[in-house]
T-cell receptor
Framework: ETGVTQSPTHLIKTRGQQVTLRCSSQ?????VSWYQQALGQGPQFIFQYYREEENGRGNFPPRFSGLQFPNYSSELNVNALELDDSALYLCASSLDREAYGYTFGSGTRLTVV | GEDVEQSLFLSVREGDSSVINCTYTDSSSTYLYWYKQEPGAGLQLLTYIFSNMDMKQDQRLTVLLNKKDKHLSLRIADTQTGDSAIYFCAERGGNTGKLIFGQGTTLQVKP
């Protein structure tokens, strides 16, 4: 049974650019959540996807968007990157949206210059 | 509102017990979690407790929940240098799948 895998592990982008981060859920998990963790802070909830539909969103602007695919893998897209978007982006999967167990990936470290 | 607070730093000697504390505000929380994060890594689930429980023990880890005071603690017995990391308390609110995390407590274990 594989865990949650995220790609890429590190990424450097220029302000104003767009970025796509990817996440493969743990086998059998149909729910994916994305979190942003700024340096020295706890993770902040961005949104959750359940069976390809958004199932809750945190306090992030619309330039943060996502997708979930039929195989339950997911993408996080961020448009018009700002310096403050520099953070560790974590993906977590769970068996379903009611499940209490979340498996986190190792994250993608995004640096915006 | 939704808020989770933790003290930022704890230093202990190897072999001592560590106690990390957390307070939360959402009375509808269903599950509360402790995660560990080592430098440059993702989050590792250490343990969780359901909101109708007072205590949970798992090997060296003991979680205490005081629902009246909305206070959660994690006790690590016989703390080892490998326990040095950042520990996050998190609550899962109500019917949502959203986790609300504290700022994290850095645990430093001195030999």
């Amino acid at each position: 049974e594989t865990g949650v895998t995220q790609s890429p592990t590190h990424l450097i982008k220029t302000r104003g650019q767009q970025v796509t981060l990817r996440c493969s859920s743990q086998s059998g998990h149909n729910t994916v959540s994305w979190y942003q963790q700024a340096l020295g802070q706890g993770p902040q909830f961005i949104f959750q996807y359940y069976r390809e539909e958004e199932n809750g969103r945190g306090n992030f602007p619309p330039r943060f968007s996502g997708l979930q695919f039929p195989n339950y893998s997911s993408e996080l897209n961020v448009n018009a990157l700002e310096l403050d978007d520099s953070a560790l982006y974590l993906c977590a999967s769970s068996l379903d949206r009611e499940a209490y167990g979340y498996t986190f990936g190792s994250g993608t470290r995004l640096t915006v210059v | 509102g939704e808020d989770v607070e933790q003290s930022l730093f704890l230093s202990v000697r190897e072999g001592d017990s560590s106690v990390i504390n957390c307070t939360y505000t959402d009375s509808s929380s269903t599950y509360l979690y402790w995660y560990k994060q080592e430098p440059g890594a993702g989050l590792q689930l250490l343990t969780y407790i359901f909101s109708n429980m007072d205590m949970k023990q798992d090997q060296r880890l003991t979680v205490l929940l005081n629902k009246k005071d909305k206070h959660l603690s994690l006790r690590i017995a016989d703390t080892q240098t490998g326990d040095s990391a950042i520990y996050f308390c998190a609550e899962r609110g109500g019917n949502t799948g959203k986790l609300i995390f504290g700022q994290g407590t850095t645990l430093q274990v001195k030999p």
